[in-house]
């Protein structure tokens, strides 16, 4: 066992145990979005083979396994996500369920992480040209990636979600890596209009927003998976939270750091006694609506990445205490350990009115507390840098 995890704190070593069991069950092909009563199955879409790479979530699993590799040192994760990299490889090469902003999610975890942990041949390629897809998405008159659909898409166009700022690191690291400045350019154009169109001066976001797609003149927020197009969807506000924090690194002029602390602080002020948020920060706490951990998991590390990047003080110590309290919080609650097909963290929930992997494990809530534990325990640092 790699010396990172001695002593190893019960939480990792359970995460990490369940991480295992997962891999002996999945191998190459991919664990859906959720569980189904705390039970991973195959990802299960259209036409596609049963556990084929496609969907939004399918990078968290090679992203799983190249944090237990670094936790670790087991080649038997090493070589799963090595393969599983050549795979967002052929996915890329066949254009298969790539019309989305979520490309930073899908190549940072397979194939930038495959790139700097293990100098796989070939991903930094692929990793690049899933960059310049993204880059693609860029709507020069708006000043925006669009989020879902083609581009022509009338119901889509000129749409942004607050979640793709998760995805624009892609962006920095191919400016980094390829000497290009498009890339960045696009990540800060889209992030100067996220700021002033999707965070409200409270602190709290919208969850999408429609933007004229040619003129960039702003229209309308509208939810999809919040209570309201007016509320504060929970996981959103954690991914503004983070995505915002990441951006600080490779942007620092912009005040992003500001505005990911007025995030924080409405995430945190919304909070519930337990620390795991409901799936809306506008729910009541005692309405009995399900929980969403995994928007802890994402504001966990962003809290965390936050602490980081702020000098010594007062303020550093307040939001590492806080991240810190809500890894403990999803340990208490929600880890646990269950056979073989089970996930690391229940009480996630993905679309709660459309009734969609509700109170189960979520793969990017695992995934994200998975990179917490290892954040508190070495001060993992992102593949983006
Ligand atoms: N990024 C999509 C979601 O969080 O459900």
Not at 91 to 118: P, Q
Request: charged share 20%.
């Amino acid at each position: 066992m790699n010396a990172r995890l001695q002593p190893c704190p019960p939480a990792l070593q359970h995460a990490i145990a369940q991480l295992d069991r997962m891999l002996r069950t999945f191998g190459n092909r991919y664990p859906d979005d959720t569980s189904q009563r705390l039970h991973y199955q195959l990802r299960q879409q259209g036409e596609h083979a049963p556990g084929a790479n496609v969907g939004w979530t399918s990078g968290f699993w090679p992203g799983m396994l190249w944090l237990g590799y670094e936790l670790t040192g087991w080649k038997h994760f090493r070589d799963a996500a090595s393969v599983q990299a050549t795979d967002f490889a052929h996915r890329l090469e066949g254009g298969i369920d790539l019309d989305h902003h979520d490309l930073g999610f899908l190549y940072l975890l397979s194939n930038v992480a495959a790139d700097r942990i293990a100098r796989l041949p070939g991903a930094r390629a692929t990793a690049l040209a899933a960059a310049d897809r993204l880059l693609g998405r860029f709507l020069p008159g708006a000043g925006v990636i669009q989020a879902w659909g083609k581009l022509d898409n009338p119901k889509e166009r000129g749409r942004v979600i607050v979640d793709c700022v998760m995805n624009l690191p892609l962006l920095h690291w191919a400016s980094a890596t390829s000497g290009d400045p498009a890339y960045k350019a696009a990540a800060r154009s889209h992030l100067l209009r996220t700021c002033d169109y999707l965070v409200r001066p409270d602190g709290s976001t919208c969850h999408t927003y429609y933007f004229d797609a040619d003129t960039g003149a702003p229209l309308r927020e509208v939810t999809h998976q919040g209570l309201a197009d007016s509320s504060c969807w929970s996981r959103g506000q954690a991914w503004a939270l983070y995505g915002l924090v990441l951006n600080h690194h490779h942007l620092p002029g912009l005040g992003l750091l500001d505005t990911a602390m007025r995030v924080a602080d409405y995430f945190l002020d919304h909070l519930p006694p337990d620390q795991i948020a409901l799936w809306d920060l506008g729910l009541a706490h005692d309405s009995g609506e399900p929980r969403d951990s995994s928007a802890n998991t994402i504001a966990a590390c962003g809290l965390l990445e936050l602490a980081n990047q702020l000098p010594p003080g007062a303020q550093k110590q307040h939001y590492a205490a806080a991240g810190k309290r809500l890894v403990e919080a999803l340990t208490r609650h929600c880890a646990g350990v269950w056979p073989d097909a089970g996930g690391l963290l229940t009480h996630g929930t993905y679309h709660r009115l459309a009734n969609l992997g509700v109170e189960e494990c979520t793969l990017w809530g695992d995934y994200y507390y998975l990179e917490a534990l290892a954040r508190l325990h070495y001060g993992w640092i992102s593949y983006d840098r």
